[in-house]
């Protein structure tokens, strides 16, 4: 009688875990389903036009790609340093007792949800973006030669760079986490042999422990442009949701992939121009899956065993 | 123990389940389709006012629906949530109306996802057939679209021709101080700052009229743009919802955006005026924007198909009509199969094109003139359901 | 390691002194520019929820919780309908996504051996790095326009649902995994069948562990926006059907913020305080829940 009961609660179990995978599929071929209109007109050209033309019904998700690249890149160049910095001064030098909280109080930066960073980011920081920081990039970094393209044209604060900017502190708190993570799974050993060649703490850090946990927290900052890939709200907010040809500026509003299905979805009306918006999807899709895979397959290389309660 | 854990899980489960029962019990749809029609007229006779669900509404009406979702444009926004609210007091129906853009109103009512939908501009062609039943669009109030900018030191009403705002938004006007923008104000000291436009990012009916008007005046922005709810702007920031681009011109120094004129008036954000057909500058108001409908003759509203130009009132012929005004729309399909819904929607709409247009005025939108009722009439009355009209001829 | 020199004697510096006294040098400045880091982080955080604090207070008061929206540009009302939505959103999404993330865990770890263990693992992993606004175009197109026919709660619990299963899945997934196997041995040994070693036995144990994961799997479905936008759509009105759209504290937040209306901009921070607030007591419910049982 047991093992009839056995059998019914695996049989239980596993229904409702097979739910996980089957919600994965449904979601791949619905969107597949959906998108195939587009698909099937505008084939490759799709992710190399950067019109996008609703009356035309023209239609090319190049733009939108290149605001997501352009976004993520910056908020990783700005996120990554300060986070692995942080890191480091938590895990290796700061003061003992400081340790634990300080690192928890950076991770409450990730509990705040997505819609509060944009609404800071749009009464805040836009303003100090148009009115300080951009025209000061102007002034300093747009008189070089190549670099300088990056900043011209006239500030407006609701762009590309703004929406680099807010993604890059939302990011921040998962690049934190992880590196800690990583970090402390180093063995001392690694530490001590240093020290004990009579390097400086610095010297031990840089040369043996962070080379030994590079290839973890290159895993976490891949894990944190998949969130910002996918990061909506907080980006449509201040990106300035606009897509022209692809200028060279980060002054220029722009649109990311999760943007743009967030503005357009609701009134994409007509097959086509309907599929279009799923085929943005569809791609973003794609696109987060696979950095996705490739952030836990660097990450789990580096952590033999993790932490109890890791959210990682 | 695993009780506990098993207790709370289920606490919650049922505190789901049960706030999901209370709340469909509470929002209950009265009266079932199955009604015969003889045993629910609505009398349109002002001395049968014992008839709770007839017309005029007076009051609340037991077998409408008390309950309805509609979505769609953003430019009556203002004025259709009034008239949501007063709609509940008088009658305890709650319509959950989301200001989602046109395009999204004909969507989700293409989609059947609301009750009805909400839209500036009349549904084209492609939209009609996509539709595959009949649809209606009801007139229910007027406005005017309005550029407001925030140019700093400039706190007046500046003049723009149509070539300057064609040119500004075709992004080959770049600064404040251009000459076609100075030579409209003299005596206006204008600054020597970029111009930033702000356009609808969500698919509006506000732009269809927009881009309308500017189709009719530059034969540059038909060829390069054209004209529709969405289209494909030359630059600048896109804005979500009158509201969105409101916003971002009150917060952006330099920048220039079209809205309902309430919008700009609510945000106390300036606005100007742009030069109409008869060389006027005409300010945006009440009687500006009823000019806009004069000799105007509202094409059927039951078959627009092929006829929405028809329906255009910018540019208009008189000088002293504002040059970017026009109706906007409720859009229901000509057959609504829920009886108790069509009644609640047939209710609501007569009640809207006729007492709720007092509230017009304070909005600064312009109340429909008696022609354009006359054709709202006729439209509502069109509505049926299950074959039957609700409303007796 | 400085040499003392008296005044006036100049002291030459051995070679090896020099390179030591430069790379301590170094490794302070390296020290201080970590440091400032920190202190960034740190900073940014108490800015934002500073900001929360200060721009939201204002906004509450009696009406804020107790009233609906007022037609646009009129300044008054409240935002009871998106607080009441949020929450009746987070108890459906839970009952939903909760107990197919424990029992996918379970299936992971208990049931391992299974052919299929390694699919569910992966396939919960996969799902935790889609955009959120995937899920909402999906939900739409597989519940809002078909199966139930409008935008409803309803929908809008699955999206949430959706996108909080692999949280709890995978956090639940570690602390199983921690449960040591002697214990569940021992139960075996004692005649006691597999699903009394799992319910009895193993998740007890781990109890506090999937507490957290519920924790943080609600919290995060508390603040997710996108998804919403395209299946719960909003609600003026207080509604408690689950067939009908519903309004949430982060849409109220997003229309609220993107509009021009001074009024609603304090609401916006006014609502986001209160979401804030909710989710901290949520935290803080769990830091209860767990530190009782410790033995």
Request: net charge positive.
């Amino acid at each position: 009688m047991t093992r009839a009961t056995d059998r019914a609660f695996a049989a239980g179990v596993a229904a409702l875990a097979m739910l996980v995978p089957l919600t994965l599929v449904a979601i791949a071929v619905l969107i597949v389903i959906e998108a195939w209109p587009s698909i099937t007109t505008f084939g490759l050209s799709y992710l190399t036009t950067t019109v996008w033309d609703p009356v035309k019904l023209v239609f090319g998700v190049a733009a939108y790609v290149y605001g997501t690249l352009v976004t993520t890149a910056v908020a990783v160049i700005l996120a990554a340093p300060v986070a692995i910095g942080c890191a480091i001064y938590l895990t290796e030098f700061a003061p003992r007792p400081l340790r634990g909280p300080v690192a928890y109080v950076i991770e409450l930066l990730a509990y705040i949800p997505s819609i509060i960073y944009g609404l800071w980011a749009i009464f805040v920081m836009v303003p100090v973006m148009r009115g300080v920081v951009e025209p000061a990039l102007q002034g300093t970094l747009g008189r070089l030669p190549v670099v300088g393209r990056l900043f011209s044209g006239t500030p407006v604060g609701l762009d590309l760079l703004s929406g680099g900017v807010v993604l890059a502190i939302m990011i921040l708190p998962i690049l934190l986490a992880v590196s800690r993570e990583v970090l402390l799974a180093v063995p001392p050993t690694q530490r001590e042999a240093m020290i004990g060649l009579g390097a400086t703490r610095w010297e031990a850090v840089s040369r043996a422990v962070l080379p030994y946990a590079r290839p973890g927290i290159i895993g976490g900052a891949v894990l944190g442009v998949a969130r910002a890939f996918g990061e909506t709200m907080a980006v449509t907010m201040v990106v300035g949701n606009s897509s022209r040809e692809i200028g060279g500026s980060l002054f220029t509003p722009g649109y990311t992939m999760a943007s743009a299905i967030a503005n357009q979805f609701l009134e994409a009306d007509g097959e086509l121009y309907f599929s279009a918006i799923v085929e943005v999807a569809l791609v973003l899709l794609l696109v987060a899956l696979v950095v996705n895979a490739v952030a836990r397959v660097l990450i789990r290389r580096s952590i033999a065993d993790r932490p109890a309660g890791a959210v990682v | 123990m695993i009780q506990s854990l098993t207790r709370t899980l289920a606490l919650l489960a049922v505190t789901a389940l049960i706030a999901g029962a209370c709340g469909g019990a509470s929002t209950a749809v009265p009266g079932s389709p199955a009604v015969p029609a003889a045993a629910a007229p609505a009398s349109a006779a002002p001395g049968a006012a014992a008839d709770p669900c007839g017309i005029p509404v007076k009051g609340k009406c037991p077998r409408e629906a008390t309950a309805l979702t509609a979505a769609g444009a953003t430019f009556p926004a203002p004025i259709y949530t009034k008239w949501i609210d007063e709609y509940n007091k008088l009658t305890g129906v709650q319509i959950n109306y989301q200001a989602v853009g046109s395009g999204g109103g004909i969507k989700s009512l293409t989609d059947k996802t609301v009750d009805y939908g909400a839209s500036d501009v009349p549904l084209t062609d492609a939209q009609i057939d996509a539709l595959k039943v009949p649809v209606l669009h009801i007139p229910t109030v007027m406005g005017s679209i309005v550029p407001t900018y925030n140019v700093p030191g400039v706190t007046g009403s500046l003049k723009l021709t149509a070539d300057a705002l064609a040119g500004i938004y075709l992004e080959q006007i770049k600064k404040w101080n251009d000459p076609k923008i100075a030579a409209a104000n003299p005596g206006v000291s204008l600054p020597d700052l970029a111009i930033t436009t702000v356009h609808r990012s969500d698919g509006s009916g506000t732009t269809g009229v927009f881009t309308d008007y500017l189709s009719k005046v530059s034969a540059d922005w038909k060829a390069k743009v054209g004209s529709a709810t969405s289209v494909s702007w030359p630059g600048g920031v896109g804005g979500s919802g009158n509201a969105g681009v409101a916003g971002a011109v009150k917060s952006t120094p330099g920048a220039i955006g079209y809205v309902e004129l309430i919008y700009a008036i609510q945000n106390k954000i300036t606005y100007g005026s742009v030069q109409n057909k008869a060389g006027q500058y005409v300010e945006a108001n009440l009687d500006s924007t009823t000019a806009a409908a004069d000799g105007f003759t509202m094409p059927d509203l039951a078959s627009l198909k092929g006829q929405q130009a028809k329906i255009s009132i910018t540019n208009a012929d008189n000088a002293k009509a504002t040059p970017i005004a026009t109706f906007t729309y409720v859009v229901v399909t000509t057959d609504i199969p829920d009886r108790a819904k069509a009644l609640t929607i047939v209710r609501y709409l007569w009640w809207s094109t006729h007492e709720g247009q007092v509230f017009a005025k304070d909005l600064g939108y312009a109340p429909l003139p008696a022609g354009v009722v006359t054709k709202a009439e006729a439209a509502i009355r069109a509505i049926t359901s299950g074959g039957q009209p609700v409303l007796p001829k | 390691m400085s040499v003392a020199a008296a005044p006036g004697m100049t002291v030459a510096i051995p070679a090896r002194h020099r390179v030591a006294r430069r790379r301590r040098i170094v490794e302070r400045g390296v020290l201080s520019v970590l440091a400032c880091g920190t202190v960034l982080a740190v900073a940014l955080l108490v800015t934002i929820l500073g900001y929360v604090v200060v721009r939201g207070l204002p906004a509450l008061n009696l009406a804020f919780f107790t009233q609906r929206p007022l037609p646009f540009g009129e300044v008054g009302g409240g935002i009871a309908p998106a607080l009441f939505g949020t929450l009746l959103l987070a108890a459906v999404s839970g009952a939903i996504a909760i107990p197919i993330g424990i029992a996918a865990a379970i299936f992971v770890v208990e049931y391992r051996s299974g052919r299929f263990a390694a699919p569910v693992r992966f396939a919960a992993e996969l799902l935790a790095g889609l955009p959120s606004i995937v899920v909402g175009v999906f939900v739409w197109a597989a519940l809002v326009r078909t199966v139930v026919g409008h935008y409803a709660a309803i929908a809008g619990a699955v999206a949430l649902a959706i996108i909080m299963v692999p949280i709890v899945a995978r956090s639940v997934e570690e602390v199983l995994r921690l449960v040591p196997q002697s214990l569940r041995e021992a139960a075996l040994a004692l005649g006691a069948p597999r699903w009394r070693v799992i319910l009895s036995i193993v998740l007890p144990t781990a109890r506090a562990g999937i507490v957290t994961a519920a924790v943080l799997a609600l919290a995060r479905s508390a603040g997710e926006t996108a998804p919403l936008l395209l299946t719960a759509l909003g609600n003026e009105f207080w509604s408690a059907d689950l067939f009908r759209p519903i309004a949430a504290l982060p849409l109220q937040i997003y229309r609220y913020a993107v509009s021009p209306y001074e009024d609603w901009h304090t609401k916006a921070w006014g609502a986001s305080l209160v979401l804030v607030l909710v989710i901290g007591t949520i935290g803080l419910l769990l830091r209860v829940v767990t530190r009782q049982r410790v033995r």
